[in-house]
Antibody, heavy 118, light 106 residues
Framework: EVQLVETGGDLIQPGGSLTLSCAASGIIVNLNYMYWVRQAPGKGLEWVSVIHSGGIIHYADSVKGRFTISGDSSKNTLFLQMNNLRAEDTAVYYC????????????WGRGTLVTVSS | DIQMTQSPSSVSASVGDRVTITCRASQSISRWLVWYQQKPGKAPKLLIHTASSLESGVPSRFSGSGSGTDFTLTINNLQPEDFATYYCQQSDSFPLTFGGGTKVEI
């Protein structure tokens, strides 16, 4: 059974930094397309970032230069380092696995809430 | 970036109804279209990939069609557990983009 468990969400002040983790079981993070997708309160889904061991890393324009995605094979965990956080980054952050060519997200975690506020 | 436009934004329906949701891409994406269902407080659930391929375990009352720029999600014989918000997503290229969502309500 595949499980993705996100942790690290918190209340953080604007300009602050936070690292989210996504511990995976049942899949090998470094062999899959792995994603971060976020959802602001009461809003729709927004793709944030993707990583694949084949050398693929992409970011949404809204986070480029501030967020860094990475994976740790020894811990089978996906990370999202978030710097210079803004109020508009407030959202539930989900990690997900990409399948069927890598771009359809078939397994999702339950999400972790990041609130950026003073 | 490819823009995804869903309609309607909400629809009222009854148990047993057929519901149709449309999704339009701003440029051709062949059949690279995904549908998700999301219930309040839960993560999205993959329903359909590649426009019409039903994910394992998803009831056959869900179906998808379309290619190019115009796509449709159809729910036949709507069940109580189908009341949720549905999102389309293009799986053609990065950045991945989602439609704005369609809330199916009683």
């Amino acid at each position: 059974e595949v499980q993705l468990v996100e942790t690290g969400g918190d209340l953080i002040q604007p300009g602050g930094s936070l690292t989210l983790s996504c511990a995976a079981s049942g899949i090998i993070v470094n062999l899959n397309y792995m994603y971060w997708v976020r959802q602001a309160p009461g809003k729709g889904l927004e793709w944030v970032s993707v990583i694949h061991s084949g050398g693929i890393i992409h970011y949404a324009d809204s986070v480029k230069g501030r967020f860094t995605i990475s994976g740790d094979s020894s811990k089978n965990t996906l990370f999202l380092q978030m710097n210079n956080l803004r109020a508009e980054d407030t959202a539930v952050y989900y990690c997900a696995r990409g399948n069927y060519g890598g771009y359809s997200l078939d397994y999702w975690g339950r999400g972790t809430l990041v609130t950026v506020s003073s | 970036d490819i823009q995804m436009t869903q309609s309607p934004s909400s629809v009222s329906a009854s148990v047993g109804d057929r519901v149709t949701i449309t999704c339009r891409a701003s440029q051709s994406i062949s059949r690279w279209l995904v549908w998700y269902q999301q219930k309040p407080g839960k993560a999205p659930k993959l329903l359909i990939h590649t426009a019409s391929s039903l994910e394992s375990g998803v009831p056959s009352r869900f179906s998808g069609s379309g290619s190019g720029t115009d796509f449709t999600l159809t729910i036949n014989n709507l069940q109580p557990e189908d009341f949720a918000t549905y999102y389309c997503q293009q799986s053609d290229s990065f950045p991945l983009t989602f439609g704005g969502g369609t809330k199916v309500e009683i």
